[in-house]
């Protein structure tokens, strides 16, 4: 029992450790980036930890059901249902203050991508203007310019580059389609673009552990008695789970409630950047907590059966980890 404990006490406290939620180890720092050979990546430890997580992720959808019996989580549930009609708000007005937050230091998107021409920056400011203003039309042509800087920045920086940032595609999507026939698409392509994002900025930190490593030792990161490799392994699963997780619909309520929380966190040690970096995954999540599953239709759902569900989110996970880390492996 004293072990089980422990155990819970230590995955809690990673959680709550920058390493895991300043999912961009190159925003804070300067260290060249070296892969490390594939060999070492699927190390011992990797797979068992992989096996673990997809027995544990494939257990968790039921027990879900029996968690809403709670009376705290049914109220709270039907709390934020209130807020649902703003939601749209909330992305299109969050998204023009992150942007605000961004360009006023040069950046777009993220603390590393610089806006390299006074023409970008005017188009950044235009997109602004139109996401302030209360109109449909002027939402769509906000999205619109994002688009094209986006195109843009992807030319100059490299597609998988900006592939850490993908969630912005889905943003884009959200506000483009509003007020369409097509409109309900928006939030389930939400969460299906950050989940993306969140796994594909995870396998970073195997491809290059060096980063996360020199970031440990100069910002004094308790690793809980961890070796710093052994526990930037760990950070990078849990980070590319709760990707997974907002990708296959479950628990995303929850989650947005931790992450926002950590997030909160994490600011007070990497300060400005983290703020500037992560201000559009706040909205995010505050639109996750809002919003719950009540409008996704979650693929585990395709399966009717417990055992069957069990048997698709536990091929499903190491399928989807296989093939991010060998699709970053190769081109990042």
Known sequence: MKKKMASLFIFIAILNTPIFTEAHVKWFTELKPVKVPIEQILSP??????????????????????????????KADKFLEGFRKYSRYILKYGTAAALIIQVSSGTIFAPEIHIHSDLITYMAWA?????????????????LILFIIFINMASHY??????????YLAIIFVLLIGSTKIEEWGFPFLYLGTGLSLCWVAVEKWVYPGLSVDIILHHGVPTFGYDPSTFIVLSAFIE?????????????RLLAIVLTGIFIMTTTL???????????????????????????????????????QMIFVFLNFLFVLSTFLLIYYRFA
């Open 127 to 143: 997109a602004i203007i139109f996401l302030l203003i209360p109109i449909h039309y002027s939402t769509k042509a906000g999205a």
């Open 158 to 167: 490299g597609p998988f580059h900006m592939l850490d940032y993908g969630f």
């Open 240 to 252: 590319f789970v709760v990707g997974y997780l907002l990708v296959v619909g479950v628990l995303n």
């Open 270 to 308: 990497f300060g400005g950047v983290e703020l500037s970096g992560h201000f559009m995954i706040h909205i995010i999540l505050i639109i996750f907590i809002i919003e719950g599953v009540s409008f996704y239709n979650p693929p585990i759902k395709i399966h009717k059966t417990k055992i069957d």
């Open 45 to 74: 430890l990797f797979m068992v930890i992989a096996i673990g997580v997809a027995i544990g992720l494939a257990i968790l959808p039921q027990l879900l059901p029996v968690l809403m019996r709670w009376k705290p989580l049914q």
